[in-house]
């Protein structure tokens, strides 16, 4: 129990910022994370015992109850979705404000989910494109292929220069 505890308190907030940049609203991200947390007790038993991989396999849970927990709300995302999706289509959307370079945030937004959770997982979580690729769940080669697509969606909706985006 001290292992898990310790690898728990060793990244419960990097998890917590993981969850609330990916729940709406913010505030079940707490819910989410007690989730995992009890998922991780009740699964302690296969662990990874390096802190690396235990890091990255809080993540992986921390994942698969974001996922779930997506599921169970479909009904009222699905509404925000249709908002999302009118609102990209109108002139004062993503058009004119993805355009601006220091848009980063809202140009990753409208990408698909798979692109995006590639590149939040290595830009705003610090993991490798391989270590991304491992806690989604794809192989590396896909996660590498994906996250190109992603750069070049970014890209062209940025206008920004190729090197400004480099490979983790």
Same mark, same amino acid.
């Not at 993991?127 to 769940?137: E, K």
């Not at 590498?144 to 062209?156: G, I, M, N, Q």
């Given at each position: ?25 913010? +505030?079940? $991200?707490?819910? &989410? ?12 038993? @296969? ?12 993540? +992986? ?7 779930? +927990? ?7 995302? $699905? ?8 609102? +990209? @289509? ?13 848009? *980063?945030?809202?140009? *990753?937004? @409208? ?22 690729? @491992? ?7 896909? $996660?590498?292929? /994906? ?9 062209? *909706?940025? &206008? *920004? ?5 480099? /490979?983790?």
């Amino acid at each position: 129990m001290d292992r898990l505890d310790a690898l728990i308190r060793a990244n419960a907030s990097d998890i917590l910022a993981y969850l609330e940049r990916r729940i709406d609203p913010r +505030a079940d $991200a707490a819910d &989410v994370l007690s989730e995992t947390f009890i998922v991780a007790w009740k699964k302690e038993r @296969q662990a990874p015992t390096d802190e690396i991989g235990g890091r990255m396999w809080l993540f +992986a849970i921390a994942r698969n109850i974001l996922l779930n +927990a997506r599921r169970s709300t479909r009904r009222r995302l $699905a509404a925000t979705d249709r908002l999302r999706l009118e609102l +990209a @289509q109108t002139p004062t959307g993503r058009g004119a404000d993805a355009a601006d370079p220091l848009d *980063v945030r809202g140009a *990753v937004t @409208q990408l698909p989910i798979d692109l995006r959770e590639l590149v939040e997982l290595v830009h705003w979580d610090g993991f490798s494109i391989s270590d991304a690729a @491992q806690i989604t769940g794809i192989s590396a080669s896909t $996660a590498r292929s /994906r996250y190109a697509s992603a750069k070049e969606r970014l890209r062209t *909706v940025l &206008v *920004v220069q190729p090197e400004k985006f480099t /490979r983790r």
